[in-house]
């Protein structure tokens, strides 16, 4: 297991390598370069300015320079400053983080929670031949497969800001600050349209793995020894029905952090994606 996870990790290195060159590189073909972006439209992008500027941060160098330099530093921790607001990049970039990993670890938690209830009593209640639950389950399930993040999002604000006024539209804060119950006011419709998608995948994973868990033999013979249905459940189909389930879990936990860029902006979310 080390060693597999070891060569995972070495494996990383050459594409994290040619993702640096490849944004290193098309960042320097922008029309106008970092040193006129740092001077603005205002008219102070002169040729004086603009090689000042370039003779300060480096920019006059070899490219190939430039971006061994600007290995070397990222390698010790130091991203540099940004242009737009002068604050050191790592400083923004954590502050951001934090937020986007609020929304996605609680989109996580609310995916699974509902996800993996519904899915397994909708396969119970479809092997008893009780299929109105079953019905209902799927129907939503295929709803939240079907409906954009960005137009849940906007039909929330709508109904829960607009109609109701129950919660507010954008921000993770009030304007004049807030305690937890105001963070949570403001975390939770970020939170319902981000885990609407993988909460509904996760309840048909969940479906169907604990619906050919209760057609193996072991569970027949459960059933045949008197076991209660309860017991079943809990013993023998949760355990076996489980392995997909968290491998599921598992795969939406990281690109929930990609996948909040729509929600975080449909909510003026202070994140990575904004």
Excluded: C
């Amino acid at each position: 297991m080390g060693r597999f996870l070891l060569a995972r990790i070495l494996s990383l290195i050459p594409t994290i390598f040619g993702i640096s060159v490849v944004v290193f590189f098309l960042l320097r073909l922008v029309p106008g370069g970092p040193a006129a972006a740092m001077l603005g439209p205002s008219g102070a992008a002169n040729p004086e300015n603009v090689a000042r500027i370039k003779a300060e941060y480096g920019l006059d160098r070899p490219i190939y320079e430039q971006y061994l330099t600007w290995v070397g530093k990222a390698v010790r921790g130091d991203l540099g400053r940004s242009i737009a607001t002068r604050l050191p990049v790592r400083q923004i970039v954590l502050g951001r983080f934090k937020n986007t990993l609020v929304l996605a670890s609680s989109a996580a938690l609310l995916a699974t929670m509902p996800g993996v209830t519904s899915g397994m009593l909708s396969a119970v209640y479809s092997a008893r031949g009780r299929y109105g639950p079953d019905m209902v389950v799927t129907g939503l399930s295929t709803l939240g497969l079907t409906t954009p993040s960005f137009a849940l999002g906007v039909f929330l604000i709508v109904i829960f800001t607009s109609t109701l006024h129950w919660l507010p539209a954008a921000g993770s804060q009030s304007a004049q600050g807030g305690g937890l119950v105001d963070r949570l006011r403001h975390l939770v419709m970020p939170v319902a349209t981000l885990s609407a998608g993988p909460a509904a995948i996760i309840a048909r994973i969940a479906r169907t793995s604990t619906l050919e868990v209760l057609g193996e033999d072991y569970v027949r013979m459960a059933r045949a020894k008197g076991l209660s249905d309860r017991s079943i459940l809990w013993r023998h189909v949760l355990r076996n029905a489980s392995i997909p389930i968290v491998t599921t879990i598992g795969l939406f936990a990281g690109s929930l952090l990609g996948g909040s860029i729509i929600v975080e902006t449909v909510f003026g979310w202070p994140g990575m994606g904004r």
